[in-house]
């Protein structure tokens, strides 16, 4: 597996964005996105911190992609 970018939770949230996710709600830190197709996931946002590699697997689990569609809309 190639190795995992890492990311901060506004760099994930701008990528699901240009790849069709909108942003349904916040609450806290917790982003909650949403496709047309019906995939869901949520991101936290926190200032200046990096998503971790397990989180990061599962957002990635949860929106349906892999890595490397998830890397081309970075």
Same mark, same amino acid.
């Given at each position: 597996?190639? *190795?995992l970018p890492r990311l901060r939770g506004?760099?994930?949230i701008a990528a699901l964005r240009r790849a069709g996710f909108v942003v349904? $709600?916040?609450?806290?830190?917790?982003?909650?996105l949403r496709h047309?197709?019906? *995939?869901a996931t949520v991101v936290?946002?926190?200032a200046g911190e990096t998503v971790g590699p397990?989180?990061?697997?599962k957002i990635l $689990?949860?929106?349906?992609?892999e890595l490397e569609e998830f890397?081309?809309?970075l």
């Open positions: 597996m190639a *190795r506004k760099e994930i349904l $709600r916040v609450k806290g830190s917790h982003h909650f047309v197709d019906g *995939r936290p946002v926190h397990g989180l990061f697997i $689990r949860d929106a349906d992609m890397e081309s809309w």
